[in-house]
């Protein structure tokens, strides 16, 4: 399929040349001796195969992904000090309560929303995989527990959005990697972040908090895909595909942040003010 | 106001570390697979390679305008060198087989000027800088590659 007549010095030179040849980068007399050369070569279809071969390698190498447990261990490599003793200091002071109520309000307050406040948020059905799991159910009330309650009941009670970044890359409960939004507007701080386990699901949050009306914003990822969601209208802002769903108080927009990881906003702004932040969040 | 400067240096360093070079770690992957042909080794030696770059990176490193994508490839085939004949683990047999039975019929160098120029986007120049060889030695290397490749077969 490569064959080409000429002697092998000509031939290796026009081979490691291809590249230049095609984007046409090459001097003009290193390109005219391409253009002979090609044609002693006797092989018209050449640029075209090596072409397509080269995308043929660049495909199959795709085929070789790092894992997101890797991914994680990876970013882990990468620990400031100041959050590890932030991270600390948290996590001892935690300890005690954290063990004992924290846990167990959180499992009764689940046992209530899964008896009686299905019509919390969701329009219509539930997932169609992972039916314990409601993401709109659980996260909309946690997102309302967690408005009216102090921030002690973040894990990581911080402003600095390093930290946070931080906090999720170096937490063993996370199976994912979870994108802190960046360059979100001014106007909104980070109040710190949690990883929420529900046993069947670990999600975490970030919660902000805005600097003049004091109004609450969540972001929440979890493992997780979008299509398992029930059907909502779908909005799509700068190549943002985002899903839009609302209760009495808040709008939730949903979309797929990364491959198996689906992002939930919540706030009491419309939906696509939640999808502008998200946008500018996401975007690198 | 010594404590507070310092957290901001190392903050700089984190983003710089997680948002400019983890995301070639994929890249990196593929590139110590085509060294190592196998998933395992090029794992360890992945790791290896981030480990040893988060821990050497500073404030000033980071302000500097360096090509990441070229420094963490010239941190494996140096990874690589220095771990040389450690092809241990099993090969793949499922995952990019004809591109590892490509690679395998090709010299070392062959390989990796290959990978460079055609896969990574590197320049003649930037790959060559990266094996640490002169260009026109990474063209006789690249060569070599680009004609095996022509005669490689990605059907199944």
Redesign the interface.
């Known amino acids: ?3 080409v007549a000429g002697d092998s010095t000509s ?10 040849y095609l984007d046409e980068e090459l001097a003009p007399e290193m390109k005219a001796k391409m253009d002979q050369w090609l044609q002693e070569a006797g092989n018209q279809n ?1 640029l075209d ?2 072409v397509q ?2 995308g ?3 495909i ?7 894992s997101e447990s ?2 994680l ?3 882990g ?2 620990q ?4 590890q003793a932030t991270q600390e200091v948290v996590h001892i002071e935690q300890f005690g309560r954290r063990e004992g109520s924290s846990q167990f309000v959180r499992k009764m307050v689940l046992g209530v929303i899964a008896l009686g406040l299905g019509l919390f948020l969701v329009w219509r059905f539930a997932p169609r995989s992972g039916p314990t799991f409601k993401p709109l159910e659980y996260l909309g009330f946690e997102a309302l527990m967690l408005e009216e309650s102090k921030e002690e009941r973040l894990n990581l009670p911080t402003n ?1 959005i ?1 930290e946070i ?2 906090f999720f ?1 170096s937490n063993p409960d996370l199976s994912f990697a979870f994108k802190v939004l960046k360059d979100i507007p001014d106007s909104w701080e980070p109040d710190g972040a949690s990883v929420i386990d529900y046993e069947i699901e670990k999600v975490g949050v970030v919660q902000y908090h805005h600097k003049e009306t004091s109004e609450k914003l969540f972001h929440f990822s979890y493992k997780g895909e979008l299509s398992d969601l029930p059907k909502a209208e779908t909005g799509n802002m700068r190549s943002l595909v985002f899903q839009t769903y609302s209760s009495d108080s808040l709008n939730l927009i949903a979309w797929q942040s990364a491959p198996s990881v689906t992002s939930i906003l919540v706030g009491r702004r419309s939906a696509p003010e939640l999808a502008e932040i998200a946008v500018l969040g996401s975007t690198k | 106001m010594a404590t507070q400067s310092k957290k901001m240096m190392d903050d700089s360093v984190m983003e710089y570390y997680h948002e400019q070079l983890v995301v070639h770690a994929d890249l990196v992957y593929r590139f110590a697979f085509c060294l190592t042909l196998s998933l395992d080794t090029s794992l360890g030696l992945v790791k290896r390679i981030f480990e040893k770059t988060a821990s050497q990176l500073t404030p000033t490193t980071v302000k500097q305008e360096i090509n990441t994508k070229g420094l963490l490839l010239a941190e494996s085939w140096i990874a690589f060198q220095e771990g040389k004949s450690k092809k241990s683990g099993v090969p793949s047999l499922t995952l990019a087989k004809h591109a590892a039975k490509m690679f395998e019929s090709l010299a070392l160098e062959a390989r990796a000027a290959l990978f460079l120029v055609d896969v990574a986007g590197l320049t003649v120049k930037d790959s060559a800088k990266t094996l640490g060889i002169q260009e026109n030695q990474l063209r006789a290397h690249l060569g070599h590659g680009r004609k095996t490749l022509l005669n490689t077969s990605f059907e199944a």
């Open positions: 399929m490569g064959q031939v290796g030179i026009l081979f490691s040349h291809l590249g230049e050449l195969q090596f071969k080269r043929q390698l660049q199959k190498l795709q085929e070789l992904t790092l890797v991914l261990e990876l970013r490599f990468a400031d000090r100041s959050v600095e390093n970044r931080q890359s």
